[in-house]
Protein backbone atom coordinates (compact mmCIF):
# COMPACT_ATOMS: atom_id res chain seq x y z
CA UNK A 1 0.00 0.00 0.00
CA UNK A 2 1.18 3.31 -0.93
CA UNK A 3 1.20 6.42 1.54
CA UNK A 4 0.34 9.42 -0.25
CA UNK A 5 2.55 12.80 0.77
CA UNK A 6 -0.19 14.33 2.37
CA UNK A 7 -0.64 10.83 4.94
CA UNK A 8 2.62 10.87 5.16
CA UNK A 9 2.73 15.06 6.03
CA UNK A 10 -0.34 14.01 8.58
CA UNK A 11 1.47 11.53 10.86
CA UNK A 12 4.48 13.38 10.82
CA UNK A 13 2.48 16.52 12.21
CA UNK A 14 0.63 14.20 14.82
CA UNK A 15 4.16 12.78 15.85
CA UNK A 16 5.39 16.13 16.44
CA UNK A 17 2.87 17.14 18.37
CA UNK A 18 2.82 14.76 20.08
CA UNK A 19 6.40 15.17 21.06
CA UNK A 20 5.52 18.34 21.94
CA UNK A 21 3.53 17.72 24.33
CA UNK A 22 5.45 14.59 26.58
CA UNK A 23 6.54 17.34 28.79
CA UNK A 24 3.08 19.45 30.12
CA UNK A 25 2.18 17.08 32.25
CA UNK A 26 4.38 15.11 34.01
CA UNK A 27 4.59 14.57 37.80
CA UNK A 28 7.91 13.64 39.37
CA UNK A 29 7.86 10.06 40.71
CA UNK A 30 10.44 10.58 43.16
CA UNK A 31 13.26 14.12 44.08
CA UNK A 32 15.68 13.40 41.84
CA UNK A 33 13.00 13.86 38.84
CA UNK A 34 11.27 16.97 40.65
CA UNK A 35 15.01 18.02 40.62
CA UNK A 36 15.94 17.51 37.55
CA UNK A 37 12.75 18.60 35.79
CA UNK A 38 13.11 22.02 37.47
CA UNK A 39 16.80 22.33 36.97
CA UNK A 40 16.50 21.36 33.32
CA UNK A 41 13.61 23.95 32.63
CA UNK A 42 15.38 26.69 34.25
CA UNK A 43 18.24 26.47 31.90
CA UNK A 44 16.55 26.47 29.21
CA UNK A 45 14.70 29.65 30.48
CA UNK A 46 11.21 27.94 30.94
CA UNK A 47 9.97 29.48 33.89
CA UNK A 48 6.76 28.85 33.45
CA UNK A 49 7.53 24.79 33.00
CA UNK A 50 10.12 25.47 36.12
CA UNK A 51 6.66 26.79 38.16
CA UNK A 52 4.98 23.56 37.83
CA UNK A 53 7.52 22.00 40.04
CA UNK A 54 8.52 24.94 42.42
CA UNK A 55 6.84 24.81 46.11
CA UNK A 56 4.45 27.89 45.73
CA UNK A 57 5.28 30.09 48.43
CA UNK A 58 6.25 33.89 48.53
CA UNK A 59 9.89 34.04 48.79
CA UNK A 60 9.72 30.95 46.05
CA UNK A 61 8.05 32.86 43.37
CA UNK A 62 9.84 35.98 44.23
CA UNK A 63 13.79 34.25 43.39
CA UNK A 64 11.84 32.39 40.75
CA UNK A 65 10.97 35.92 39.34
CA UNK A 66 14.72 37.05 40.04
CA UNK A 67 16.20 34.82 38.17
CA UNK A 68 13.47 34.53 35.20
CA UNK A 69 14.36 38.48 35.00
CA UNK A 70 17.92 37.92 34.90
CA UNK A 71 17.86 35.03 32.37
CA UNK A 72 15.85 38.01 30.09
CA UNK A 73 18.84 40.00 30.29
CA UNK A 74 21.04 38.13 29.47
CA UNK A 75 23.22 38.00 25.98
CA UNK A 76 21.71 35.25 23.36
CA UNK A 77 24.92 33.29 23.36
CA UNK A 78 24.90 32.83 27.27
CA UNK A 79 21.43 31.58 27.27
CA UNK A 80 22.10 29.58 24.39
CA UNK A 81 25.24 27.71 26.02
CA UNK A 82 23.16 27.37 29.36
CA UNK A 83 19.88 25.74 27.31
CA UNK A 84 22.44 23.43 25.66
CA UNK A 85 23.78 22.76 29.05
CA UNK A 86 23.89 19.21 30.84
CA UNK A 87 23.04 18.69 34.34
CA UNK A 88 25.77 17.26 35.92
CA UNK A 89 25.11 15.70 39.61
CA UNK A 90 28.31 15.50 41.52
CA UNK A 91 29.46 12.82 43.31
CA UNK A 92 27.62 13.61 46.91
CA UNK A 93 25.06 13.66 43.76
CA UNK A 94 21.31 12.88 46.33
CA UNK A 95 21.30 13.58 50.26
CA UNK A 96 18.37 11.88 51.34
CA UNK A 97 17.74 13.82 54.87
CA UNK A 98 14.20 11.81 55.51
CA UNK A 99 11.84 10.40 53.42
CA UNK A 100 10.38 13.40 52.55
CA UNK A 101 13.66 15.43 52.43
CA UNK A 102 16.72 15.37 49.77
CA UNK A 103 19.00 17.85 48.79
CA UNK A 104 20.70 17.38 45.16
CA UNK A 105 24.38 18.60 44.67
CA UNK A 106 24.67 19.50 40.68
CA UNK A 107 26.36 21.68 38.20
CA UNK A 108 26.04 22.78 34.59
CA UNK A 109 28.32 22.07 31.91
CA UNK A 110 28.31 24.85 30.76
CA UNK A 111 28.76 27.20 33.63
CA UNK A 112 30.37 23.70 36.10
CA UNK A 113 29.62 25.76 39.36
CA UNK A 114 28.21 23.78 42.21
CA UNK A 115 24.58 24.27 43.46
CA UNK A 116 22.17 22.42 45.65
CA UNK A 117 18.42 22.74 45.35
CA UNK A 118 15.94 21.21 48.35
CA UNK A 119 13.24 19.14 47.14
CA UNK A 120 10.19 18.47 49.36
CA UNK A 121 7.70 16.32 49.54
CA UNK A 122 4.25 17.57 50.03
CA UNK A 123 0.97 16.05 50.00
CA UNK A 124 2.76 13.10 47.80
CA UNK A 125 4.00 15.31 45.27
CA UNK A 126 7.85 15.96 45.13
CA UNK A 127 8.82 19.54 44.54
CA UNK A 128 11.86 21.95 44.76
CA UNK A 129 11.98 24.54 47.49
CA UNK A 130 14.26 27.14 46.08
CA UNK A 131 14.70 29.49 48.66
CA UNK A 132 17.65 26.78 50.22
CA UNK A 133 20.01 27.09 47.15
CA UNK A 134 20.19 31.03 48.07
CA UNK A 135 20.06 30.35 52.11
CA UNK A 136 21.23 27.07 52.97
CA UNK A 137 18.25 26.50 55.92
CA UNK A 138 16.57 23.60 56.22
Known amino acids: ?5 ARISCIFLLLLSACNGVNNNRKPADPLEAGRYFIDASLKGDYKEAKKYLLADSINLMYLDRISDFYDKMKPEEK ?38 KVVKVN ?9 TFSGNM
Do not use: C, H, R
Not at 100 to 107: A, E, G, R, V
Not at 124 to 132: A, H, I, Q, R, S
Open 1 to 5: MKLSI
Open 80 to 117: EGYKNANIIISNDGLQNISDSLTIINYSNSFKNKPSKI
Open 124 to 132: GEWLVDFKY
